[in-house]
């Protein structure tokens, strides 16, 4: 995954590891990204999960980068 340099005032973090593991045979993993509500009337967030870089005979798919939006609900 791609590092982000994130600002403090945005509504999740990416506190996750840099690498992720696949085991042999594994097509999917979930990454835990926590969702911080307040309640500040404010526009829409993204961000982009990006897989690259594979390593031991490793290839990716088509599809390497997603981006995530994290729809505003606060001040509601």
Same mark, same amino acid.
């Given at each position: 995954?791609?590092? &982000? $340099?994130?600002?403090? +005032?945005? =509504?999740?973090?990416?506190?996750? +590891?840099?690498?992720?593991?696949?085991? $042999?045979? !594994?097509?999917?993993?979930? #990454?835990?990204? /926590?969702?911080?509500? =307040?309640? !500040?009337?404010?526009? =829409? !967030?993204?961000?982009?999960?990006?897989?690259?870089? /594979?390593?031991?005979?490793? &290839?990716?798919?088509? $599809?390497?980068?997603?981006?995530?939006?994290? #729809?505003? =609900?606060?001040?509601?």
């Amino acid at each position: 995954m791609k590092r &982000q $340099h994130i600002k403090s +005032n945005l =509504d999740f973090s990416l506190a996750v +590891n840099n690498e992720l593991v696949f085991e $042999h045979g !594994e097509i999917s993993k979930v #990454i835990a990204i /926590p969702i911080m509500n =307040d309640l !500040e009337a404010e526009k =829409d !967030e993204s961000f982009a999960v990006e897989l690259y870089n /594979p390593t031991e005979g490793a &290839q990716l798919g088509k $599809h390497v980068k997603t981006v995530v939006t994290i #729809i505003n =609900d606060d001040g509601r």
